[in-house]
């Protein structure tokens, strides 16, 4: 006769991590609301997707056949398929290594290399590309390739890891050196599997802007699949050709798509209890200090060092002349301008996607979800003449309009919105709302008063990244933005293609320092996730 | 006669496919504490949830107060039942302070209104006032338990729903919080539901228990009722230890290996259970004769209790008798075991 | 709460105001002449100052590239809002031609372009020329070690030793020129020596580079980009030199920067005046007096005094709409080059 437990053994936890959801999953029906805006988003993903399968059934399957399968495709294919397959480990390793760093041990600086890690993403992939093929001539190829996305793109995974690191509760790892690992062991087996979201969303979003990527291997020489795309735009100028190429690109996101969702498994969002866990104590690195230092040092002068190095160079040589003030001030106001309405726009509409992907379960939610990132795969020139096309034929006065830049912008980067407004809502534990609601709050209040507020440092990290995007965005502003429409972006391109580089580069600098601030934004409202 | 607070009538509820709750029928008396007690994972937190309102029933109806608040068909949403919820962690809203947690529900009120009611409330759960500045991370589990709770009184709810209310305490604290908690709710007079799967819990400041098992009650009734009258096996051993001998009843008396001892059941043989603290161990020298008398083998030592494992002569299995711990009986020692009072004839 | 909601309107109001104000700086005068310009922006702002000044017609423009232009017009088809498109290429200007999207040019501007300057159909006309060179490494190359003619780089002892961007349609305009003059054996065989010897860029900029780096011996690129870049900072022209081919050579062809008017255009009129601007003399004389380095081709305006004369260079005669873009693709694609 054995008595029955008379109670867990507890010790004197302030919270307790919650282990992944036992009971029956709780699948929460979106409101009228949520489904309506949620089916907006949806069906303007479809637009470029319908363009490309349009394009697809118009070319035929015999000459689709014949333009897919050419050695040099296969080629191309094979280079695209390594890029992705080798940078994003790789960013992997450094994000992570980088944010680890950075967040949890107790080097000297960390408040200075934290904003730091996310500028690269504003250096405009030209100049990245340019810069680097004038620091090794000879550089060209895969590893080229490699080397030039990973130092661009870093960021995506370093930023979403270095978040989540500061949210994790220490008890566990606590628990775990008491059960004998050593610091390798607590990290491997206790803190990676944690950020495997984190992870694998900073892993799909470097890995289908890899797919999309065009022009930052313009000087490095290494082509990947986008540039048979071009190719076919450039000879045949019938976008039917160049569109339905790019649906192989479609089938390649999908596939990471799939290989996203089956190494997330069913551990839809990590949970960290309602609780706030106490901050972790920053580990001791003593004789390392130096290597650390070194690493990050290293790190930021290729990624920053480099590309802005070459810039300085440029304006030194061009003197004070180039700083024509009127345009610039002009490209800097119009390109704030457009830049906040899409982030503010593209996080808004983010929320009842990530909504329904976060608390709604089965097929729709994940294929809503993945809709937006196929769109983003797609070249720029096919979303935009996707949308030329749709928009002459059929809502004519919308042409070269603000709305209708915006809602490229919006289409182009609802992701990099989506997979932080994900990980934010993912973080408001459901008891917590339904606390609010117990306690007299309606649903919208509830929205309003708890998960909004708790979002808030996620969405500001989202908003942040659609604004660096769109101030770097080219093609769909070319193509899309009313006439008259000068961005920074758009001033660099120009002088720099008629070799002006002197010219070009305070616009450069200028997209560069304007990315500071709002890394800093981003950083400070991420800080304050910490004090949830 | 008055309205019941709560009245929950026939109740079934399926996940996927998986029922989990089947035809549960419970009723609650203003002003009284009930406890559904049951382990991990029978459905009672389904149940609660329920009846807070954030799952609907496939079947049967609920009603607080009179009013039918939930049925299959419609359901009141959980902003408009006036229920106050406490969840297993607390779930304090960690973006804001305790006074702000507390105050939430009192939305429309004036500030020093609400400021006093707040300072009200953290006196009835036994918090310094000055804790309103405070941040929930600032606080230790028992305390945001207590916030939580104060949080949930701020609206006058006509029903508390608690869910395993003190198992996130270490076991010292539990006892006092327990009573405490218990005895502030039965002070503001609030209808209470809790659910725990400790039994000592759900005995000690319930009004009325009820015993789930596999998404049933087993067994609904007082304290006393459940513990000395139980009706199924389950329960008894739920409730706490037993002690199982075969005997054979006639007339109202069991005859087993310990004796005579009085039951209520049909003549036959059948299983009688008692309870350990029925039992009571006197040392006998060895010369009195060795009818009823068993070796001790075995004690522990439990602060006030001891556990005597005891042999009993025979092959029947080891006995355990609870007692208290002053001057034990020691091992090897030969003792005499009593039977007080009646026992329980289980099918 | 009242202050979520009065933040939430503040937001809502500073969104509209800059959306208004952005949207303002949109809006197109209707009475304006829009040009959808994949010229370099620095030239045709000086014609469209120019032009502006004499006739006091306003005019915006749309900047972009030929490939994305383009596509964008024959998207855009009879709903397009441009008047003229400029290229900086032909193989744009003939596919929207093609396309059947160019009115006719008035007679007066056509006049003012001499016949192998512009497509026999009349329906654009090249505004500016580019010409086809060899630019060398002086370290690597001694002039009298400079290939003959652009045939010579498909033999073997140019392995390795020289570069070009197969993937940008003005080379391929430089294949479509040995296509007609050569035939398509010819060409074929100068194809596969390509794909042996030569090292692929992305475009002429890089080329360049490349070889100003010595990475190769030589490349194949148009004129304008060196004379650019030795105006300004040199660094990546300051070790090279250039060589003409000469004698009908397909490597001394030379491509031309178009300008049609849209058969769309509600401005047409407007848009031939400007048509017949850039291809007279003061439009002329931007491409001599300014520092694009490109050649002027109508009115009899002399080229800018750094370059070598036009008419010396002894280009090739080719009538720019006939070049077959798609065989070009076709031979291209077979070669493995694209």
């Given at each position: 006769m054995v008595a029955p437990p008379v109670g867990r053994a507890d010790d004197q936890t302030q919270s307790h991590p919650t282990a992944p959801v036992s009971r029956p999953d709780r699948a929460a029906r979106p409101g009228p609301l949520v489904s309506a805006a949620v089916a907006i988003v949806v069906a303007a993903t479809l637009i470029p997707l319908g363009y490309v399968a349009w394009a697809a059934v118009s070319i035929g399957w015999t000459k689709a056949y014949h333009l897919v399968v050419r050695p040099r495709v296969g080629e191309l294919l094979f280079n695209t398929v390594a890029l992705v397959v080798i940078t994003v480990p790789l960013c992997v390793v450094i994000g992570v290594g980088v944010a680890w760093l950075v967040e949890r041990t107790d080097l000297a600086g960390r408040a200075f290399w934290r904003p730091l890690f996310v500028a690269p993403l504003a250096v405009p992939a030209f100049v990245n590309s340019y810069a680097w093929v004038g620091v090794i001539p000879s550089l060209h190829g895969l590893w080229a390739g490699v080397v030039v996305s990973t130092l661009s793109y870093f960021p995506f995974m370093y930023l979403p890891v270095a978040a989540t690191l500061r949210r994790l509760d220490p008890a566990i790892e606590e628990s775990a050196r008491a059960l004998g690992s050593n610091s390798a062991g607590v990290f491997f087996r206790v803190v990676l599997p944690q950020l495997r979201l984190a992870i694998l969303g900073g892993g799909l979003l470097i890995g289908v802007h890899l797919l999309a990527e065009y022009g930052a291997f313009a000087m490095v020489r290494f082509d990947t699949f986008t540039v048979a795309i071009f190719q076919q735009f450039q000879v045949t100028f019938d976008g039917a050709a160049g569109s339905m190429l790019a649906g192989v690109l479609v089938l390649l996101c999908l596939a990471l798509l799939v290989a996203e969702a089956l190494a997330r498994g069913r551990a839809r969002f990590s949970r960290v209890g309602s609780g706030a866990p106490r901050a972790a104590t920053p580990i001791r690195l003593g004789r390392n200090v130096i290597t650390g230092q070194v690493a990050l040092a290293a790190l930021a002068v290729l990624a920053l060092g480099v590309p802005v190095w070459t810039l300085l160079r440029w304006l030194w040589i061009g003197g004070a002349d180039v700083w024509v003030f009127d345009d610039i001030v002009t490209a800097l106001g119009q390109t704030i301008g457009l830049a906040t309405v899409a982030a503010v726009l593209t996080t808004v509409l983010a929320f009842p996607v990530a909504w329904v992907a976060v608390r709604s379960s089965g097929l729709l939610a994940r294929a809503v979800e993945g809709a937006n990132y196929v769109t983003s795969s797609l070249p720029g020139i096919v979303t935009a003449l996707a949308l030329v096309t749709v928009t002459i034929h059929l809502a004519p006065p919308l042409y070269q309009s603000i709305t209708l830049i915006v809602f490229a912008y919006v289409l182009l980067f609802m992701p990099r919105a989506l997979v932080n407004v994900r990980a934010g809502l993912a973080q408001v534990p459901p008891s917590l709302e339904e606390a609010s609601r117990s306690l007299g709050s309606s649903p919208a209040a509830t929205f309003l008063r708890v998960t909004l507020r708790l979002t808030a440092p996620a969405t500001a990290a989202g908003a942040s990244l659609v604004f660096v995007a769109v101030a770097t965005e080219l093609t769909a502003t070319l193509l899309l933005a009313p006439t008259g429409t000068s961005t920074l972006s758009m001033r660099f391109w120009s002088l720099s293609s008629e070799l002006d580089y002197a010219a070009a580069a305070p616009y450069a600098l200028v997209l560069v320092v304007l990315a500071v601030p709002v890394t800093l934004v981003l950083f400070r409202q991420s800080t304050k996730v910490a004090a949830l | 006669m008055t309205v019941a607070t709560l009245e929950v009538n026939g109740i079934a509820k399926s996940f996927n496919g998986h029922t989990v709750l089947h035809d549960i029928d419970l009723s609650l008396q203003p002003g009284t504490t009930t406890a559904v007690v049951g382990a991990s994972g029978c459905g009672k937190t389904t149940l609660l949830r329920l009846i807070a309102g954030f799952e609907s029933p496939d079947a049967g109806t609920i009603s607080i107060d009179g009013r039918q608040v939930a049925s299959p068909q419609r359901a009141v949403a959980p902003h408009r039942r006036g229920v106050g919820y406490v969840a297993q962690d607390g779930a304090l809203f960690p973006h804001l302070t305790v006074g702000q947690n507390i105050a939430y529900g009192l939305r429309g009120t004036a500030r020093d209104e609400v400021r006093a009611r707040v300072a009200e409330l953290l006196e009835t759960v036994a918090l310094d006032p000055s804790y309103a500045a405070r941040r929930p991370h600032e606080l230790s589990g028992g305390q945001q338990q207590r916030v939580a709770l104060a949080r949930a009184l701020a609206r006058h709810p006509v029903l508390m729903l608690l869910d395993e209310p003190f198992s996130a305490l270490d076991t010292g604290l539990r006892a006092s919080t327990r009573k405490a908690v218990a005895g502030l709710l039965a002070t503001a007079g609030v209808t209470t539901l809790l659910v725990t799967h400790d039994q000592e819990e759900a005995l000690s400041i319930a009004d009325q228990v009820a015993v789930m098992r596999d998404g049933r009650f087993t067994q609904v009734g007082t304290p006393q009722q459940v513990y000395r009258q139980p009706t199924d096996r389950f329960t008894a051993e739920f409730l706490g230890d037993c002690i199982s001998l075969p005997c054979t009843v006639a007339s109202g008396i069991a005859e087993c290996a310990l004796g005579r001892v009085p039951v209520q059941a049909a003549d036959g043989p059948a299983t009688l259970v008692l309870r350990p603290e029925q039992l009571v161990a006197t040392v006998v020298s060895d010369s009195e004769h060795l009818d009823g008398v068993g070796t001790v083998i075995a004690t522990e030592f439990l602060g006030h209790d001891v556990l005597l494992t005891i042999d009993p002569a025979g092959e029947a299995a080891p006995l355990i008798v609870r007692q208290h711990s002053f001057n034990p009986p020691p091992i090897d020692a030969k003792v005499r075991i009593e039977v007080v009072g009646a026992g329980i004839v289980l099918t | 709460m009242r202050r979520g909601w009065s933040r939430i309107a503040a937001l809502v109001s500073v969104l509209a105001v800059v959306l208004g104000a952005t949207a303002c700086s949109g809006s197109e005068d209707k009475n304006e002449l829009l040009i959808y310009n994949a010229q370099h922006e620095s030239l045709t702002k000086e014609w469209i100052d120019a032009f502006t000044k004499e006739t006091g017609i306003k005019v915006s423009y749309r900047q972009g590239g030929d490939t994305e232009l383009g596509n964008q017009l024959i998207a855009e088809g009879e709903a397009s809002p441009a008047d003229v498109f400029l290229t900086e290429n032909s193989p744009a200007m003939a596919a929207v031609e093609r396309a059947g999207l160019f009115a006719d040019l008035n007679a007066d501007t056509i006049g003012q372009v001499p016949a192998q300057y512009r497509p026999a159909s009349g329906k654009w006309t090249g505004v500016a020329a580019r010409t086809t060179v060899f630019v060398y490494n002086k370290a690597k190359l001694q002039p009298d070690q400079l290939p003959k003619s652009l045939l010579d780089l498909e033999q073997p002892k140019w392995k390795g030793r020289w570069g070009a961007p197969p993937a940008k349609a003005d080379f391929q305009a430089i294949v479509a020129a040995l296509l007609q003059l050569k035939g398509d054996a010819a060409t074929a065989q100068w194809l596969a020596g390509m794909k042996a010897n030569a090292a692929i860029y992305n475009d002429n900029i890089a080329t360049l580079k490349a070889v100003n780096a010595g990475e190769v011996d030589g490349g194949v690129i148009y004129h304008y980009y060196w004379f650019r870049d030795q105006a300004k900072?040199?660094?990546?022209?300051?070790n090279t030199a250039l060589y003409y081919f000469r004698n009908q050579d397909p490597g001394a062809f030379v491509s031309l920067s178009g300008g049609g008017v849209l058969k769309s255009s509600r401005k047409a009129d407007k848009a031939q005046q400007f048509l017949k601007f850039i291809t007279g003399k003061a439009g002329q004389e931007v491409l001599e007096k300014g520092d694009s380095f490109e050649y002027p081709v109508a009115s009899g305006v002399p080229a800018n005094p750094a370059l070598a004369p036009l008419a010396d260079l002894q280009a090739p005669a080719l009538d720019p709409s006939t070049l077959d873009a798609q065989k070009v693709t076709d031979l291209m694609t077979k070669a493995g080059l694209l």
């Open positions: - | - | 900072t040199k660094e990546m022209s300051g």
